[in-house]
């Protein structure tokens, strides 16, 4: 398999600092703020890609992004299914766990994690929070993933719209993430296999990212172009508000 992937992270323009983090296999991304798009191609039999996005109002949510990708970096070789994944989030779990239980000013540090574990035919989509993981085919956008927050439950209660979940007044409560809290057991997740045929075009982005534009405005990114200017327009419409980090990945994979 081949995969090229593009990708971008910012501070945004009010955070003092970024809290996001990267992956795209060995390669971990954090506390950063690029000024580009940039991108690379990898060849292999099994890819992974995350975006991770340390929570805001706790302590060390930079911390927590890096440590829990740090943990699917060095253990996604060795899975290839929906068990092996699960197992992944556990260890991420434990490692926030004893961050917490070593210093209490950092309980309660943690994080999405919004990726996919690509193996030939295949697609493992994981999640959980509001990071998001959307499939592009033919200039259209799907959403792979449903949001673990407040808002989402009000688009499922039917009282809000998809598109009023950008600007609702409780979009940065979530009601899933991996924590640092000193319980056992897993919050809740999202892992699902999807069929890959001949490859696809994914997009990662933490909820900073898809807050800045509506799904028509993202949409006419994926006009027909190559992918650093379909990134670069992304990149620059998630810029033109700013308000939170901003972080994503363009993949594809072939």
Partial sequence: MVLTVC???????VRKNNEDSLLMNDFLLSESSMRFVECFVLEGDKFIVAVAD????????????????????????AVDDAEGIRDIFKTAKEELNRIAEADRNSFGLGTTV??????????LIFHCGDSRVYRVTGGRIEKMTVDHSVVQDLVNSGFITEEE???HPRKNIITSSIMGDLRAGLPELSIQEIALGDGGRF??????VWESMSGAEMEA???????SAEADCLRGKALGPGHDN???ILADVS
Avoid: N, Q, W
């Avoid at 911390?63 to 070789?77: G, T």
């Avoid at 990114?221 to 992918?227: A, I, N, T």
């Fill in 7 to 13: 990708y971008f992270s910012h501070i945004g323009k």
């Fill in 54 to 77: 340390g929570m805001g109002g706790h302590m060390k949510g930079e911390v927590a992004s890096r440590k829990v990708l740090e943990v699917f970096r060095d253990k996604y070789r």
């Fill in 114 to 123: 919004s990726g996919m574990l690509l193996i030939e035919g295949k697609a």
């Fill in 165 to 167: 979940m950008r600007t």
């Fill in 203 to 208: 997009f990662l982005c933490t909820d900073g």
């Fill in 221 to 227: 990114c994926f006009v027909p172009k190559d992918m």
């Fill in 246 to 248: 901003l972080t994503m």
